[in-house]
């Protein structure tokens, strides 16, 4: 699904430059849950958005479903985040006017064909078992409920992968685990999973852990090797 091939990203690169990532191969297989880990600096951040479409890489070969979207121009990068590409950041970014079923729906509301969007996004809010509290702003749920919406929100446009930024970096233990094992859930429906995080707790939690340091991998562990 994912194949990366020699990534290098340098910032500032004709003053003083910055290696955020350097020479990295890495290759995510459909319907995996992998995490990316990382201490701060170590090029997680940077890679999350190389693989989310919102940053280009300075080298190397960028495949998503054996496209070399790295060589994609503006318009074709939009259309792949908005179809294929589901995000789920750690500040939930919420509309905070809107109820939930309107959050949810905002990814829809860029495309052409909107019928039956709200019939969609409240099965979608069923999928993550929120279709109670479809009407509620995001001042009166809870931590773990806004970010149920916030993947509500990722999912309702059925991408190919699922970018989790930090999660859980707002949430309480109890409610870390709740989204934790409601991102396992849909990993058992099939959906390809990538999770960005510092939590060695959340990461053990993923069938893979493929950790940075320096930009660079330094280990990619299998929980079947452990």
């Not at 006017?97 to 052409?112: D, E, T």
Request: aromatic residues 6%.
């Amino acid at each position: 699904m994912i194949l990366l091939e020699n990534i290098s990203k340098i910032y500032n690169p004709e003053k003083k430059a910055v290696h955020a990532l350097c020479d990295l191969s890495l290759k995510i297989e459909n319907a995996e849950m992998v995490a990316i880990v990382g201490k701060s600096g170590s090029g997680k951040s940077t890679l999350m958005n190389i693989l989310g479409l919102m940053d280009r890489p300075t080298a190397g070969n960028y495949y998503f479903d054996e496209d070399l979207v790295s060589s994609f121009d503006k318009d074709r990068l939009a259309w792949l985040r908005n179809h294929k590409i589901g995000f789920v950041f750690q500040s939930f970014n919420l509309l905070p006017k809107v109820n939930a079923l309107k959050n949810v729906a905002l990814p829809l509301m860029y495309r052409s064909d909107r019928r039956d969007l709200y019939e969609k996004c409240m099965q979608t809010l069923e999928q993550v078992g929120l279709q109670d509290r479809w009407d509620h702003l995001p001042n009166e749920l809870s931590g773990g409920e806004k970010q149920r919406v916030a993947t509500a929100r990722a999912l309702v446009s059925e991408p190919s992968i699922l970018l989790a930024d930090e999660p859980t970096g707002n949430l309480d233990s109890k409610t870390s685990e709740e989204v934790i094992q409601l991102f396992h859930d849909l990993h058992k429906e099939g959906q390809t999973i990538l999770i960005v995080t510092h939590d060695l707790e959340v990461a053990n939690q993923c069938e893979r852990e493929i950790h940075l340091k320096d930009g660079q991998v330094f280990m990619d562990k299998r929980k079947s090797e452990t």
